[in-house]
């Protein structure tokens, strides 16, 4: 038999885990001496130590070590309890690692941000336009490319004469974490014939719209001009009297450098009464 202490440096686990097992309720001593109160411990009771032990380290609480132990023999039971716990060990896996992203992605905005310049807000008229569009849901805005490749492929295809840039219009009443409903277009001369999901039409003139450009990068860039486009419809006293769409007049294929992008918000407003 071994005192705690003796105990405690064979199966490599402190007098104060032991004592803290004991009271427990999953771990107890081989016997405790009558005489000096010592607790003492066996060889035979390595083993199921060792099982506590393990299943502390996949994360098990006292309590469900507790539940585990009596069924130790039983394989079924024993498969149904290790697979629930990895599900739950993937789930915040996942979610530690959306918080890693979350991370990097703030980083990477900070750094965006520091090239990326705001223009001043103006009132302007805006003419009808030609164009072939394409819209659809998308996992999230930061998905929008997903679009832009399909359109982009029909127009190779179709070999297509468009002009550079484009435009994104987004079609929900407020902000979605999750599938919100986005509408890209190009500029045509003429319009075609549709085909499918790729419709030609005219978006009509914007008598008044309020629209501010900014240079550099779209993450940091948006959010950016957005703020300020906001603040100046405050401070000037209009309000929003259609959808927000996004113009792409410098886009990724005419500049390689995000530094060389420029980008047009536009909205169409009304004075307040």
Sequence with gaps: MFKIGEFSKLVRVSPRMLRHYEKCGVFHPAEIDKFTGYRLYSAGQMPLLANIVA????????????????????HVYLNRILRAKTAKVI????AEQAKLDRLVQLSDTVRKERSIMVHEVELCELPAIKVLSLRGVIPSYRD???????????????????????????????????DPEVEIAVEVDALGENAD?????????????????????????????????????????????????GHVIISPSDDENPEGWLTELQVPVEKLL
């Excluded at 789930?91 to 996942?94: I, N, T």
């Excluded at 029909?154 to 009443?173: L, M, N, R």
């Design 55 to 74: 299943l502390r380290d996949m994360g098990f609480t006292v309590d469900e070590i507790a539940d585990i132990l009596p069924h130790l023999d039983d």
């Design 91 to 94: 789930s915040a896996l996942q």
């Design 144 to 178: 929008e490319s997903i679009l832009w490749e399909r359109l982009g492929k029909h127009i190779a295809e179709q070999q297509i004469p468009v002009k550079s840039g484009g435009y994104s219009t987004y079609f929900d009443e407020e902000y979605k974490e999750v």
């Design 197 to 245: 999901e790729f419709i030609y039409q005219e978006y009509p003139g914007i008598a008044l719209a309020a629209t501010v450009r900014f240079s550099g990068p779209f993450d940091g860039g948006y959010d950016a001009a957005c703020e300020k486009l906001a603040s100046w419809l405050e401070q000037n006293g209009y309000t929003f009297a259609g959808l927000l769409r």
